[in-house]
């Protein structure tokens, strides 16, 4: 719903100098005429004689029509199906509809779909039409300024505050009742605003909010907007979710198939008792867990889940005691320069490991998504780059050569209004140069806020560090985007590899890459290279460095010198 539409008929926001508009529908002149007569004086009169001619006058006239009197025995369309329309529609039921009637049967008919009063007729006397009028029109414009401050204000939908106080009155309402609370995601969402524009990403979330309003319209239940790209439903138990996010899909994006993807995720027929945030942070997690997957567009949550959460809330509370007993370990991964004779030992990547007391070797994979996601990640990279960093001296140190590293900078780190500072110090405090850290930025970091992180990083490269763009093809960047990128680097996300070396895939594919880089004039470097087959592949396609477990896993720093002794040196 637009904003004027919702400010429509809040006291003290319209012009208190103009007449409230009322439409008329009634296919009797005589009636009508009396009706228009009666009411001239205090209103500004629309009027209409059949149904559907009512209809467009009323979505014509959406946002300044106070109040619709309708008459039930219309011609063609019937007064009652005019009125279900009008109340099925989220912008149009705000309008307020008395129903004109001399048929005392038809009243509850009526009220039931959604009329707000009723005038017998024939007419009663002139002072008690107007005061119903009046009285509707004014409980309509209260009701509208509540909505005001219950509502969204780009979707129409309740928002996430009032949303949980309903849910707990709708519990009251049917305690019996199996509801499921259901959270709906859009997929990249980011990537829509980003290559279509904020203003048709917000028409894509109002056309959701229209359909998830329709849809508890028909099936029962409350709907919201948890917040920018995520809605909440609670509504009567379902069984067939995937028909709904295909609803919705569809009614968000109709020119284009494909360009929006939603996601569901369930929490059914939750106990009433328990917290009701609880149950939809829970639908959230479900939602959550097929956020990468491209077949999956339903998740409903388990026992699976439930474990997986505790796992992550154990590694939460766990964090900032394996920080200060310095759990978290740095490992290192040789890249080597391949386009000579033999290969030469280029740097290293720097990859964390959390050697945790009681659950082991925990994988980064396990907990940097966790990280990334409360937060976490900033103090964890902090820790990270200084031990890089003083990696990087005492080997300086030790063999009087520069091993230059790559750190992972992850997006939220990017966020970091220090990070510049903190990097900086680094290099200081350890008397490196710029060049001897290396920074991985992932692709899809650079699609996320890209006129900020654009400037964040040429900062950096502009101060001398080497900037590598990680997982390069896995994101969404087209090439007229990559051109304007600062990198110094691209590193080819593994997916290449395992694609390319699989036995449908082919390695044109790679061929199509390394003749990017080269367009770019930049060096590339390959990732997750396993054999010898792949690794010479490579080569002869032109690749500069190739890092995996062909020539060594990540390993601890003292284990990684055999490389500096063995294996030469030169700086990628
Ligand atoms: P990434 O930056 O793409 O790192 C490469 C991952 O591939 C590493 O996994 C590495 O161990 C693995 N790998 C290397 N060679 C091969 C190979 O030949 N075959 C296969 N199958 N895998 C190979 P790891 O260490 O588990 O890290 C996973 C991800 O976690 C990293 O992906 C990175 O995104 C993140 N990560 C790791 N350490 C850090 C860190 O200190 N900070 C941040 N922000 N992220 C980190
Ligand atoms: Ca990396
Ligand atoms: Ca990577």
Same mark, same amino acid.
């Given at each position: 719903m637009t904003e004027p539409a919702m400010m429509k008929g809040i006291p003290g926001t319209r012009d208190e100098g103009r007449k409230r508009l009322v439409l008329i529908v009634e296919d009797d002149f005589v009636n009508r005429e009396i009706l228009k007569a009666n009411l001239e004086a205090e209103y500004e009169i629309l009027c209409a004689g059949a149904g559907d001619v009512a209809l467009k006058m009323i979505v014509e006239h959406s946002e300044t029509l106070s109040l619709v009197l309708l008459d039930?025995?219309?011609?063609?369309?019937k007064g009652l199906d005019l009125l279900r329309e009008i109340k099925k529609d989220m912008d149009l039921s705000r309008i307020p509809v008395i129903v004109l009637t001399s /048929?005392?049967?038809s009243e509850v008919d009526s009220l039931l779909s959604g009329a707000s009063d009723f005038i017998p007729?024939?007419?009663?006397?002139q002072e008690i039409v107007l005061a119903r009028i009046r009285r509707s029109i004014e409980l309509s414009e209260n009701r509208d300024l509540i909505r005001w401050t219950e509502?969204?204000?780009?979707?129409?939908l309740y928002n996430r505050e009032y949303f949980y106080r309903y849910v707990d009155q709708y519990d009251t309402w049917h305690p019996d009742e199996g509801t499921d609370a259901v959270v709906l995601d859009v997929s990249r969402f980011h990537v829509i605003n980003e290559r279509f524009g904020k203003a048709y990403g917000d028409e894509i979330l109002r056309r959701i909010g229209a359909e998830l309003y329709a849809i508890v319209h028909e099936k029962g239940g409350i709907a919201c907007?948890?917040?920018?790209?995520t809605f909440q439903v609670y509504c009567?138990?379902?069984? /067939?979710?995937a028909s709904l996010a295909e609803r919705v899909t569809a009614a968000a994006c109709?020119?284009?198939?494909?360009?929006v993807r939603i996601r569901i995720g369930v929490c059914t027929c939750?106990?009433?008792?328990?917290d009701t945030e609880r149950r939809f942070d829970r639908a959230k997690s479900a939602a959550d867990s097929i956020?990468?997957?491209?077949?999956?567009?339903v998740a409903i949550y388990n026992d699976d889940l439930r474990r997986k959460e505790m796992h992550a809330g154990r590694l939460m509370d766990d964090f900032q005691n394996a920080l200060a007993q310095k759990q978290f370990i740095v490992y290192y991964q040789p890249k080597y320069?391949?386009?000579?004779?033999e290969p030469v030992l280029g740097g290293a990547e720097a990859l964390v490991r959390w050697k945790h007391p009681e659950l082991g070797m925990v994988s980064p994979g396990d907990f940097i998504p966790l990280f990334e996601r409360t937060g976490l990640i900033r103090e964890l990279d902090n820790y990270v780059w200084r031990e890089a960093g003083a990696q990087i001296r005492r080997w300086k140190d030790q063999f009087g050569i520069s091993i230059p590293v790559s750190v992972n900078v992850s997006r939220i780190d990017?966020?970091?209004?220090e990070l510049t500072e903190t990097l900086c110090g680094v290099v200081k405090e350890n008397g490196?140069?710029?060049?001897?850290l290396h920074l991985e930025i992932t692709e899809s970091a650079y699609t996320e806020d890209s006129e900020r992180i654009i400037q964040v990083v040429s900062g950096l490269r502009k101060l001398g560090f080497r900037i590598e763009m990680d997982?390069?093809?896995?994101?969404?960047?087209s090439l007229n985007m990559i051109i304007k990128l600062p990198f110094d680097l691209l590193k080819l996300d593994m997916g290449f590899i395992r694609y390319a070396f699989s036995?449908?895939?082919?390695?044109g594919i790679l061929a199509i890459m390394m003749q990017i880089a080269r367009y770019l004039s930049v060096p590339m470097i390959a990732e997750g290279v396993e054999t010898e087959e792949q690794m010479l592949k490579l080569k002869e396609l032109g690749c500069d460095i190739v890092q995996g477990y062909y020539f060594s896993r990540p390993v601890p720093a003292e284990e990684f010198e055999k490389f500096i002794k063995t294996g030469g040196n030169e700086a990628c």
């Open positions: 039930l025995n219309l011609p063609g369309m /048929d005392t049967e007729k024939p007419y009663p006397r509502r969204d204000h780009l979707t129409g907007r948890r917040e920018a790209d009567p138990h379902m069984t /067939d979710y109709q020119e284009a198939a494909g360009r939750a106990d009433k008792a328990s956020r990468n997957s491209y077949t999956e567009s320069r391949v386009q000579s004779p990017m966020l970091d209004p490196l140069e710029f060049s001897d997982d390069f093809g896995s994101g969404y960047s036995p449908e895939g082919d390695t």
